[in-house]
């Protein structure tokens, strides 16, 4: 019996689509009929786009026939995070103040997608203006862990990694602020990349915090992450962040041989605050290298215990910014029956925003006011710059380091809800790549006891995404480990 669509990795249905052995539209509707059966229970998608998806899928189907060249993903099924701007459907940012909201323009990743040939499926849920760690603060839904539904999916980026590891879309596309894709990632069992910055262009991005976010991948594996990155990636004028650099072909970095390459194990990452059983996770990852060819050697990334506050001086300052632009004047929804500007204001952010928005607003507000700028955020950014040079100096000794991606598994629901910090520390082996600009990926090592997945992450030199997935692929290959289908929705996959 053959393999169901739904269960075909990106790649292998791009080669069968292309081969004419399945079209376009059988995948799309296999993947639409699975949504239906399963996101009741996993509520993934804030939005499907059924009838576009499968008009996109016919014409790329009439694109085939007729000999043409329809892009090097054609036809595969993708969704995107609810903040990526799109002419279809809604950009919501999952949040009230922006319900409804209809872009006038598509993002650049978006843009690069669609001529790639993908089919968009739909919107995928976040945690509101991508602040979070388990996409319990959307305003729409709480997504669920395919793996346990009592269980977080990790956020922000929450729907895309969940969509992924249920099988509800080939590959999606999310942001990592601070760990907003890695540690979705590790708590769904999927690969989840955070590029370089600037090496993925942020137009038409809903900006969180402008000095850190990025774009990225979730997929099924290591193959798939390098095929969506050769297609997102790349330098684009209407981003001033956006590096002009030559995009290689990632996929040649896929070989299996990390024979030679020094893979680095910050001592600062091994502490009592890692989980018993992640660490024996990650140490049986390092063995597995090892047995490859990879020396494994110490190293020291001496500021990581200043990383968690650090990033939220500066994410919540650039947040405070960015998101005072969300007034009811120009975007979203306007609070009625107001008498002056000033009410119309604090009605329209005090209905509009959330209670973790409004948080780190509030926060943020306060680090860049008068007589505390100095205080907080010129320090921290003063601190960001030490744990850049700490990643410099420990990639001198090596050529990637590896850390765990999450001091635990995924939590249950509503598990840290009443406790703000315990939720920030969820992010704290993420955290610095983005303060540094590195590239990062988690993929999986196993599953713990309770049956959830845990995530090994790889941290590679800025722009050096090519090292990274070179050992992730090598990992992957011989590690032995296949998670399979989540358990808890396994009953309506086949």
């Known amino acids: 019996m053959s393999e169901p669509i739904h269960l075909k990795s990106a790649h292998s249905l791009r080669d069968a689509i292309r081969a004419k052995e399945i079209s376009a539209r059988e995948a799309a509707e296999a993947y639409l009929d699975h949504i239906d059966a399963v996101d009741g229970d996993v509520r993934a998608y804030t939005d499907v786009w059924r009838e576009p998806a499968l008009a996109r899928a016919d014409a790329i ?80 839904v709480t997504t669920r862990n395919p793996w346990n539904l009592d269980c977080v999916p990790g956020g922000s980026s929450g729907g895309s990694a969940a969509a992924v590891s ?3 879309c080939a590959i999606s596309l999310g942001s990592d ?61 209407r981003d001033s962040t956006s590096a002009n650099l030559e ?54 990334l001496p500021h990581t215990e200043y990383a968690v506050a650090t990033y939220y001086i500066i994410c919540t300052a650039e947040a405070s910014a960015n998101l005072a632009r969300f007034d009811g004047v120009r975007y979203g929804n306007r609070a009625p029956d107001t008498q002056s500007p000033e009410e119309m204001y604090k009605k329209t952010k005090s209905a509009g925003f959330g209670a973790e928005v409004q948080r780190r607003i509030l926060l943020g507000t306060y680090v860049l006011s008068s007589g505390y700028y100095d ?10 710059t030490l744990i850049k040079q700490d990643f410099d100096a420990a990639f001198e000794k090596c050529d990637v380091i590896v850390t765990p991606t999450t001091p635990t598994p ?79 929705i396994a009953e309506s996959v086949s």
């Open 247 to 300: 995009v290689p072909d990632f996929t040649t970095s896929l070989t299996g041989d990390v024979k030679g390459v020094r893979v680095g194990l910050p001592k600062e990452y091994f502490t009592d605050a890692l989980g018993v059983e992640i660490r024996a996770k990650i140490d049986s990852a390092v063995k597995v290298l090892e047995s490859c060819g990879a020396e494994v050697v110490e190293v020291s």
């Open 375 to 384: 205080a907080y955020y010129l320090k921290a950014q003063k601190v960001r």
């Open 61 to 140: 189907d009439s694109q085939l026939a007729k000999g043409e060249d329809a892009g090097p993903l054609a036809g595969v099924p993708i969704g995107l995070k609810d903040l990526i701007c799109t002419t279809e459907g809604t950009t919501a940012c999952c949040s009230e103040l922006l319900k409804g909201f209809r872009s006038p323009y598509d993002a650049t990743v978006a843009e690069k997608l669609y001529a790639a040939g993908t089919v968009v499926l739909g919107k995928l849920n976040m945690d509101e203006f991508a602040m979070g760690s388990s996409t319990e603060n959307s305003s729409v």
């Open 177 to 237: 602020t601070g760990g907003s894709i890695r540690q979705p990632a590790a708590c769904c069992g999927c690969v989840g990349m955070k590029p370089t910055y600037g090496r993925v262009s942020r137009y038409g991005l809903v900006a969180f915090a402008s000095s850190l976010d990025q774009i990225g991948p979730f997929s099924r594996d290591v193959e798939d992450c390098a095929l969506t990155l050769n297609t997102i990636c790349g330098h684009d004028r």
């Open 166 to 168: 249920a099988h509800e």
């Open 410 to 488: 995924a939590f249950r629901i509503g598990e840290k809800s009443d406790d703000p910090l315990s939720m920030y520390l969820s992010d704290i082996y993420t955290i610095s790549a983005n303060l540094g600009g590195n590239p990062a990926i988690s993929l999986p090592c196993g599953l713990t006891e309770s049956g959830l997945p845990a995530g090994l992450q790889i941290i590679g030199r800025p722009f050096e995404e090519g090292a990274v997935l070179q050992s992730a692929y090598a990992f992957e290959q011989n590690s032995g480990i296949d998670l399979g289908v989540p358990t808890a």
